[in-house]
């Protein structure tokens, strides 16, 4: 199973003040844009590194199924915004995806990334996720903080 990393961003009080003069769904609105900025840098960096695994004999790159989506109800259940990185389809097995009818979803072909991530016993993982979130914690979270500013002068 997938580990889920979560972190906060601290010292934003002024920013976080100024926000709380707006309506909620303008709020909201900033705030999502402010984070898909983050999302996308470490979404950008896990295809490049994917990219370097990809297997030109599978039917799809895994690379291109790699997408920052925003979880709506995760983040109602949070009281925030919750975004997520990852690779289109989610970690299905193989047999689920052969056995739903209902799912066209491109990504039910790719599902087999989570082996190269995680690896099995026969071979070793090539991680592409976890490192891509690791060596752009900082560039995320500045270019959050950025975006979130850039968001609120427009604004006001």
Known sequence: MADEVKFDINGLDGVLTKMRTLSPKLQKKGLVAAVRKGANIVRDDARNRAK??????????I???????VNGRRGRQEGGVVMQV???GGARSEKSNRS???????GSSVWYWRLLE????????????RPALESNVDKATDAIVTEL???????L
């Open 52 to 61: 370097q695994f990809d297997d030109p004999s599978t039917p799809k790159p």
């Open 63 to 69: 690379w291109r199924e790699i997408v920052t989506r």
């Open 86 to 88: 990852g690779v289109r």
């Open 100 to 106: 739903s009818n209902a799912s066209n979803d491109a």
């Open 118 to 129: 995680f690896g099995t016993s026969k071979m070793a993982a090539q991680p592409f996720m």
């Open 149 to 155: 500013n850039r968001q609120l002068d427009e604004v």
